[in-house]
């Protein structure tokens, strides 16, 4: 059940709507406020994304595995507005939608209220060519970070580029060493590996080793057409001698084997990762900014 002293409701006057926020638990996780349906939220969705092309599709993984998710609705009981929050290893990340005609009424600015209070650091990022929602988010307090390249590549077995046999690769049973050795290797680098409870429960790992030793570390997603890469790192010992390639073209074959593509994140002043990806045949289909509170 869930615990209703968990729910806050909030009436925002200018736009008539009312805001319903919960605070899930693990008891409660995939929970909604009272009243509120699945498939209200994603209609609401739905409505967002086809009118804002510059919207990327919500992450359904990441709102399912929310720890505070507010919802508003209008008079008549439809949705009109979503947002979560979910912690990450920096901190919490931060969505936030409202459908386009509801917008500029400061609805955004109560719903990221909701689920913004009490945690810091904040992350949050939009489309680099999406002046409305950077202007929102700075007028909300955020500060640029960076900003991520969002690189793609389909094609077929035949087309993954070759790699030299620098390492032996290994699936491994303990996903969490996986995960450990994946934060060890990306210290100090940025954007940092994207690893939730969702991805790395539904994920695909491999574990590059040189001899008995850990050399470098992948782990990525599924996505509907795509495998989506969590966070790609090669030990400082044994970088530049291609276990980096090596792990990149191993999951670029096994994608192509499955008739769906490879997607990963660049920054965009990583002139070494970027010439990398290139070489292997990415390419950008998205700029990304990202900000910090």
């Known amino acids: 059940m869930v615990d209703l002293s968990t729910h806050r409701v909030d009436f925002c006057q200018s736009v008539r709507v009312r805001v319903l926020t919960l605070h899930r638990s693990p008891l409660t996780a995939g929970a909604w406020p009272e009243g509120v349906s699945v498939a209200a939220v994603e209609r609401c969705l739905a ?3 086809a009118r804002d092309p510059l919207t990327l599709p919500a992450d359904r993984g990441a709102l399912a595995a929310a720890q505070v998710v507010s919802v508003a609705c209008d008079l008549d009981g439809d949705v009109v507005g979503v947002a979560w929050r979910r912690a990450t290893p920096e901190g919490a990340q931060v969505d936030v939608r409202v459908k386009p005609g509801l917008r500029r009424h400061g609805l955004g600015t ?12 904040l992350w949050a990022g939009c489309d680099a060519a999406h002046p409305r929602v950077r202007r929102f988010l700075l007028h909300q307090g955020f500060a640029l ?32 060493m996986a995960v450990s050795l994946l934060r060890d290797a990306s ?52 970088r530049g001698s291609g276990v980096g390639r090596l792990l990149a073209a191993d999951l670029m074959r096994f994608a192509a ?3 769906v593509g490879v997607t990963l994140r660049v920054a965009q002043d990583d002139d070494a990762g ?20």
Do not use: C
Request: net charge negative; hydrophobic share 45%.
């Open 47 to 49: 409505v967002i994304e």
């Open 110 to 121: 109560q719903l990221l209220g909701e689920v913004a209070a009490g945690a810091a650091p």
């Open 145 to 176: 970070a960076g900003v991520v390249f969002h690189q793609r590549w389909d094609g077929e077995p035949r087309d993954v580029p070759p790699a030299f046999a620098s390492a032996h690769l290994e699936t491994p049973s303990d996903l969490a």
């Open 187 to 238: 210290a100090g680098t940025w954007p940092r590996p994207a690893i939730g409870a969702v991805e790395a429960a539904n994920g695909r790992a491999r574990i590059a080793w040189h001899g008995d030793a850990p050399a470098g570390v992948l782990l990525a997603h599924r996505e509907s057409d795509a495998w989506e890469v969590d966070g790609l790192a090669v030990l400082p010992a044994h």
């Open 257 to 259: 084997e499955s008739g």
């Open 274 to 293: 970027l010439s990398w990806s290139q070489k292997l045949g990415f390419w950008t289909y998205r700029t990304w900014a990202m900000y910090r509170r």
